[in-house]
């Protein structure tokens, strides 16, 4: 377990696109009792879709603004910009260099693009922190995906999945304050969720969308119920915390079936476990802040953040967020 | 229950189907028995079994017999 402390995460927001897809209307496409049958098992009933001209960038862009007035922070404060994302705007240079600019901060300021999705958000805030605990007083992690851009629309096991969405949040040093961590890789399985396969289309406007994803649901299966469990409930004892002492636990939206199934096997009630996925489907790395900005989570002092997937890579944090500000989920 | 009574229940779940209509000779092929249904079964072989199994081996089936000789 990694514990770094004197860091407040203090707000957070999400941002969605406005175009917005229901899932029961695929059935022409797919079939009414294929894709009834999907939607009950994913969950996923609505998603919302990135226009051709809009990118990741945006989405993080308009939920940086957010935090950053909620806040009151002059942008010369802050130090770093971290973007995490598996969808950037463009291959090079960095989107965290274009969203420096485009968001006024200073010149000094650290930027630079992580590529994780599903742990992502976990890793953001550990790099955050870590930064803030060598000197830098505030960091904006800026976290979100467009996965649309990269689904093959005929591809069944991923075009009824993927919402887009992107998210800010501000962490700050603050006397007192800790975040636990434990995180992990895995890639002998890199294979089981790759964008490798030459698009054939690219209708993106703005940014580009280079490579097909494709994804083992089997594979992927397997090591989520082989890797989280164990992760959570070690990480749990480490502490000296049950799960009944946790407020929420948020899981990396992967798919519902999943999460219940790995609630059950924490020891978390459905309570305990708040679900956007139904909403906005898996948004990849944006899943867990959008899962705490849309769900009204009442009590926050003892929150498990947990996000597994593509590297294969997986994360969790414990954190007290009875503090953090979460804003509205706003569509642009 | 017997094993092999929760495993024809799991399975009639999985495919949406009436008990009666499910047997271990029943055919699994794959029509029915599609990528949803291997890890269905996965995550039942898991909580119910105590079974880790690979999605290869879930996917080769031909029967319900051979689901069951999975979970022995």
């Known amino acids: 377990m990694l514990n770094i402390s004197d860091v407040d995460i203090a707000a957070i927001a999400s941002t969605v696109p406005t175009a917005k897809i229901n899932n029961f209307s695929l059935a022409e496409h797919f079939g009414e009792v294929e894709v009834k049958k999907i939607i009950k098992n994913i969950g996923v009933e609505t998603r919302h879709i990135a226009s051709v001209t809009q990118t990741t960038s945006d989405f993080c862009y308009e939920s940086a603004v957010r935090v950053i007035k909620d806040l009151g922070w002059e942008p010369e404060s802050i130090g770093a910009l971290i973007f995490v994302s598996q969808t950037p705007d463009y291959q090079l240079p960095a989107t965290a260099c274009v969203l420096q600019a485009k968001l006024g901060l200073s010149k000094n300021t650290i930027a630079f693009d992580v590529n994780l999705g599903c742990s992502g958000y976990v890793y953001g805030l550990y790099l955050s922190a870590s930064l803030i605990n060598s000197g830098v007083d505030r960091v904006l992690l800026l976290v979100g995906d467009t996965i649309s851009k990269i689904v093959n629309k005929d591809d069944r096991s991923t075009s009824l999945l993927f919402g887009d969405a992107g998210t800010a949040t501000a962490l700050q040093k603050k006397t007192g304050k800790k975040l636990s961590f434990t995180l992990g890789s895995d890639g002998t399985g890199f294979e089981h969720i790759i964008a490798k396969d030459k698009s054939i289309q690219d209708s993106a406007e703005r940014g580009m969308s280079s490579a097909y994803l494709t994804m083992d649901g089997g594979e992927v299966f397997q090591f989520t119920l082989a890797a989280v469990p164990e992760m959570l409930n070690s990480f749990m004892a480490e502490l000296g915390v049950a799960s009944t002492d946790i407020n929420a636990c948020i899981y990396h939206q992967a798919n519902r079936f999943m999460l219940k199934h790995l609630s059950k096997k924490s020891g978390f009630t459905s309570e305990q476990v708040p679900l956007s996925i139904v909403e906005y489907g898996n948004t990849s790395s944006a899943s867990i802040p959008l899962t705490l900005c849309s769900q009204n989570i009442v009590n926050r002092d003892s929150i498990v953040m947990a996000g597994f997937g593509v590297g294969l890579s997986w994360g969790a944090v414990y954190a007290d967020l009875s503090e953090t500000a979460l804003l509205s989920v706003v569509e642009v | ?72």
Do not use: H, R
Request: charged share 30%.
């Open chain 2, 1 to 72: 229950m017997s094993k092999e009574a929760k495993l024809l229940e799991i399975i009639a779940e999985i495919l949406e189907c009436e008990l009666e209509e499910v047997s271990l000779e029943t055919e699994l092929n794959e029509d029915i028995w599609d990528s949803l249904s291997v890890v269905s079964f996965m995550a039942e072989a898991d909580s119910e079994f105590g079974k880790t199994l690979s999605p290869t081996e879930v996917v080769a089936v031909k029967s319900i017999k051979d689901l069951l000789d999975l979970i022995q």
